[in-house]
């Protein structure tokens, strides 16, 4: 008798029975349900988002016992490794898995979070494999240690990994953290932040010596925005008043056109230039403009929330990532920051890695709302919202159709047990 996985792939099987097969509910063994679920979520187009939701809340033992097994279908385990799939708590099992390709481990190596890093860096595998330990250097999230722990692997030295246990993933420790901080209150007060008091300077050093590498990397790039200077400021600022630059880039446009606009242009910018000097906004983008990456990120740790609110959009990683650690940042920032789609997704990741933010049921709501948050990201925080939130995030077009569905479905189950109550 053939397996139902190969009715499937035939396309011999009803259409009412590929729904099934979509929801795991065939009476199949667990391997082949896997099986028919990765296939169904990579080849078919009418059934596959339906079997990517299923797949996001499928056991996590059995997950784990195809991620341990070499036996498995090398296209599911192609499937639990892709990074947008990836579940932090499968990671060791995968990377000791020899059916797993080196190629696999290699593309994940790039884009590995840093908890993932962490996780390779303790498997016996990735420290004697020189390709994925090459991938794995030119990872951003490396930081000073690792890289100096990976250039020594390359270099021939000791493949022991060490015995400090890998840490969890964000949607892991946003869990633990949510479920020890018990019911989250629907509208948290955000703190008091005093905006006069000294931030010491260890605190920076701490910083700047943690990141390192990535500050020497980065040093001389200018601060630039995620999504661009208009999309930071609003289209409505320009005319009312146009800074230095803007003037001095009107009048080299107007010097290549034709004598009569050249000197229309002219005129105008001498008109704007004699305009009364820019408001606080303008001068505190004209003084983020002047600093290095050092400067920027001293800036985010111990300046002022204005600051902080243009730097959590600096398109360089370790000074986005600074605002966060900055000891003044307030509750109510952060869950702006939680909501913005104009911020590097390492910001979105780091949020959950704070313990005082993850108490904020606002922070977790705006992350799980938020188009720009991660899959693996939203979908652990996503059981922690109560039904209302979950409704509206159903029926939230920005969103991607997984987390839609995944909501209304975990809607109607909460939903159902209050009912039986």
Not at 254 to 283: C, T, W
Not at 286 to 308: F, T
Request: charged share 25%; proline share 6%; with cysteine.
């Amino acid at each position: 008798m053939p397996r139902q996985i190969d009715l499937i792939r035939a396309s011999k099987l009803p259409s009412n029975m590929m729904q099934f097969a979509a929801k795991g509910a065939l009476s199949v063994p667990p391997d082949e349900n896997l099986e028919i679920l990765v296939y169904l979520a990579k080849h078919n187009k009418i059934f596959g988002d339906l079997a990517r939701m299923t797949l996001a809340g499928w056991d996590e033992r059995a997950s784990l016992a195809a991620a341990s097994n070499p036996k498995t279908a090398s296209e599911v385990l192609d499937y639990l490794v892709a990074p947008e799939n990836l579940r932090p708590k499968l990671l060791p099992a995968l990377l000791e898995n020899p059916s797993v390709a080196d190629g696999e481990l290699a593309k994940l190596a790039i884009s590995a979070s840093p908890e993932g890093i962490a996780a390779m860096l303790q498997s016996r595998r990735v420290r004697a494999a020189a390709g994925i330990l090459e991938c794995l250097r030119a990872n951003p999230y490396l930081k000073a240690a690792e890289a100096s722990e990976v250039a020594a692997l390359l270099g021939g030295g000791k493949s022991e990994p060490p015995s400090v246990p890998v840490t969890g993933s964000a949607p892991q420790v946003a869990e633990a953290v949510v479920a020890e901080a018990g019911e989250l209150v629907q509208e948290a007060a955000p703190e008091a932040i005093d905006e006069g008091g000294e931030i010491p300077d260890e605190a920076i050093s701490a910083y700047l010596a943690e990141h390192a590498t990535e500050i020497a990397g980065e040093q001389d790039k200018p601060f630039k925005p995620v999504g661009g200077i208009v999309e930071l400021l609003g289209s409505d600022y320009f005319p009312v008043s146009e800074n230095k630059e803007m003037v001095e880039l009107a009048a080299e446009k107007a010097a290549a056109e034709p004598a009569v606009a050249a000197s229309a242009a002219v005129a105008k910018a001498k008109l704007a230039a004699a305009k009364p000097e820019a408001g606080r906004r303008d001068n505190t983008l004209q003084k983020i403009n002047r600093l290095d990456v050092k400067g920027r990120i001293q800036l985010a740790m111990k300046g002022n929330k204005e600051e902080r609110s243009i730097l959590i959009r600096d398109g360089t990683k370790v000074v986005a990532l600074a605002v966060l650690d900055a000891p003044k940042i307030s509750d109510g920032e952060v869950e702006k920051f939680a909501l913005q789609k104009n911020v590097l997704e390492a910001v979105l990741r780091q949020i959950p890695l704070k313990r005082r933010f993850m108490k904020n049921y606002i922070v977790v709501r705006n992350l799980v709302s938020n188009p720009r948050t991660p899959l693996d990201l939203g979908l652990g925080l996503m059981k922690h919202l109560q039904p209302q939130d979950l409704k509206n995030i159903s029926s939230n077009k920005e969103v991607s159709e997984t987390v839609r569905k995944l909501a209304l479905k975990m809607y109607k189950q909460k939903m159902d047990a209050a009912n039986k109550k």
